[in-house]
C-alpha cells in the first residue's frame, strides 16, 4: 500500500483514491515564456516517477499539467522580442517538450492551456461573483479570502498571522488587502478577452482551479508542485475551487523541495541561474535525472558538479551490471538451478517497492538498485549461471528502470563540449605536424555522425 506525504495535514497517510484503481492528477506546470530552468526539471521528474510507479501498482493514472501561457512574464518577453504572446508561448512549450522529453519525462495525458480555456474562467469566475465570494471594480475582480472559512490551512497560516505585513499595492482595487485578482482589466496594448467586467485577462491562480476542474472534477485525488508554490497559489487555488465547487479541491497535496546551487538559492542576481536547454548540452539528461532521483523529492538538493559526478559514477556501475547480463545471458544455460540467487533478486525488489511505498522515497530506491548491481555482478563471476537467474536480474533491473526512468543504456555518445575540446585538439596535432592524431581525431568524429566545417570563424562542427 502506498503512503504520501500530505502537506495539508503535515502528515503520512495511506492513499486511498476517489475512484478504485483510479489516480486524478494535477500538477502545476511551467509560465512559458522561456526555456525552463533546472528547477522547474524538478518537479517534472519528480512527479514522473510518482505517475510512473502508480501505473507500475496498476492504477490508471490521468496525469494533467498545464502552461501558463498568459501572463505579466509572457507579456514582457513578447514586447522584447518583438512577438505576440501566442508566439512567445508556442516557441517554448516546445522547448519544453524537447527538454523534458530528453529527461525521459513522459507526456502527461493533458496539457491544458489558459487561452484555450478563457470562457471556462471567465465562467468560474462570475459563479464566485454570484456566490458573493467574489466582487468586480473597475474591470479588475477580486476574491473575498476572509470569506472563505479556512483560508491557510494548507500553509498553516491564520488570517491574522497573513493580514501581517499585507498591503493594497498602487492601482489595485481591493476592498482588503489580503484579497487576490481573479481577472485584470486590461492595460493598453496588452492581450486582452472580452468579459461582462470588461475587457482584461485572468490572473494566475484562477487558471489552475479552472483547468483542473475542466479536465479531472471537482474534486481530483493529488495537487502537486513546487514547495514555492504551496502559498499563495495552492492555497487560492484551494480557496477559489472550494467555494465553487461546495467540496473539497484535492484529497493530497505533494510539494517538491528547492534546488540550490553550489549551497546557494538560485537566482538571476547571482549568475547561477541554468537552464535545462544548456546544462543537457554538457551533462547527459539520464545522468542529470538519476542526479535528480538519488535525494528523496521532498528534501533539497544541493547541484555542483562533483555531485552530478558522483551520480554518473553510480549509474555507470547499475548500467555495467545491466550490460554484463546481457553478454552473459547470451552463454547462459538452463541447467544449473540457483534457487537462493532469485530469491535474493525478489527481495531486492520488495525493498525497492518498499521505498517507493513509503511516499516515493527514491533515493532508498536507488540504494536498492546499487544492491541489486552488486549482487549481479558476484553471480556473473560464477562460472556457471542459470539462464533463468540471468532472465529475472534482467527483468528487475527493467522494472527498476521503468519505475524510475533511467535508461540503463550506457550512452557513449559525445557531447558538444567534448566535441569542442576534440576539434582543439586536432587543431594543435595539425599546427604540430601530428597528421596520425589529426586522423584519429577526425574518424572518431566521423564515426559519431560529426561533421566539420572550415569558415572564416574557425572550425565548426554539425550533427549529420
Known amino acids: 500500500m502506498i503512503t504520501l506525504y500530505n502537506t495539508l495535514t503535515r502528515s503520512k ?42 501505473e507500475y501498482k496498476g492504477y490508471d493514472v490521468n496525469y ?7 501572463d505579466d512574464k509572457l507579456i514582457r518577453a513578447a514586447n522584447e522580442l518583438g512577438e505576440t504572446v501566442p508566439e512567445v508561448a508556442d516557441r517554448f512549450i516546445e522547448a519544453y517538450f524537447e527538454d523534458t522529453e530528453a529527461l525521459n519525462c513522459r507526456r502527461a495525458t493533458a496539457n491544458p492551456r489558459v487561452m484555450e480555456h478563457m470562457d471556462d474562467i471567465i465562467d468560474f469566475i462570475q459563479v464566485l461573483i454570484d456566490k458573493g465570494y467574489a466582487y468586480a471594480n473597475q474591470g479588475d475582480v477580486y476574491f473575498r479570502t476572509r470569506k472563505f472559512d479556512g483560508y491557510g490551512k494548507l500553509s498553516q497560516q491564520s488570517i491574522d498571522e497573513l493580514k501581517v505585513g499585507a498591503r493594497i499595492q498602487q492601482g489595485e482595487l481591493k476592498e482588503d488587502a489580503l484579497d487576490f485578482a481573479l481577472w485584470k482589466a486590461a492595460k493598453p496594448d496588452e492581450i486582452k478577452w472580452n468579459s461582462p467586467w470588461g475587457e482584461g485577462r485572468p490572473g494566475w491562480h484562477i487558471e ?79 545522468v542529470l535525472r538519476f542526479f535528480m532521483i538519488s535525494v528523496h523529492y521532498r528534501n533539497p538538493i544541493n547541484y555542483n558538479m562533483e555531485l552530478v559526478n558522483a551520480a554518473k559514477a553510480g549509474l555507470e556501475r547499475i548500467q555495467n551490471a545491466y550490460q554484463a547480463l546481457i553478454e552473459r545471458q547470451a552463454i547462459a544455460v538452463d541447467v ?11 527481495a531486492i525488489l520488495s525493498k525497492f517497492e518498499e521505498a517507493m511505498d513509503d511516499d516515493f522515497n527514491t533515493a532508498n530506491a536507488v540504494t536498492s538498485w546499487y544492491e541489486l548491481a552488486k549482487l549481479a555482478n558476484v553471480y556473473n563471476a560464477n562460472t556457471s549461471t542459470d539462464l533463468s537467474v540471468i532472465e529475472r536480474f534482467l527483468e528487475v533491473f527493467g522494472i527498476m528502470s521503468d519505475v524510475l526512468g533511467v535508461d540503463l543504456e550506457a550512452d557513449n555518445g559525445l557531447l558538444d563540449d567534448e566535441v569542442e575540446a576534440l576539434i582543439a585538439e586536432r587543431q594543435q596535432a595539425r599546427a604540430d605536424k601530428d597528421f596520425k592524431r589529426a586522423d584519429e581525431i577526425r574518424d572518431l568524429l566521423k564515426a559519431q555522425n560529426i561533421i566539420l566545417e572550415d569558415t572564416a570563424q574557425g572550425v565548426r562542427f554539425r550533427r549529420g
Not at 494533467?64 to 498568459?70: C, E, I, K, L
Open 208 to 286: 489552475c482551479s479552472v483547468m483542473a476542474r475542466k479536465h479531472l472534477g471537482d474534486t481530483i485525488d493529488i495537487h502537486a508542485g513546487g514547495s514555492d508554490l504551496t502559498f499563495p497559489h495552492h492555497e487560492n487555488e484551494i480557496a477559489q475551487s472550494e467555494a465553487h465547487n461546495d467540496k473539497s479541491f484535492a484529497h493530497y497535496w505533494l510539494h517538491n523541495g528547492f534546488i540550490n546551487i553550489d549551497n546557494e538559492k538560485m537566482s538571476k542576481s547571482l549568475g547561477n541561474f541554468i537552464l535545462v536547454h544548456d546544462i543537457i548540452k554538457e551533462i547527459n539528461p539520464n
Open 13 to 54: 497517510e495511506l492513499f486511498v483514491p476517489i475512484e478504485e484503481g483510479k489516480v486524478k492528477m494535477y500538477v502545476c506546470g511551467p509560465t512559458v515564456y522561456n526555456y525552463i530552468h533546472i528547477g522547474n526539471a524538478r518537479p517534472a521528474i519528480s512527479f514522473d516517477v510518482v505517475r510512473r510507479y502508480f
Open 336 to 346: 544449473v538451478s540457483h534457487h537462493e540467487v532469485i530469491d535474493a533478486i525478489n
Open 64 to 70: 494533467v499539467s498545464n502552461f501558463t501561457d498568459v
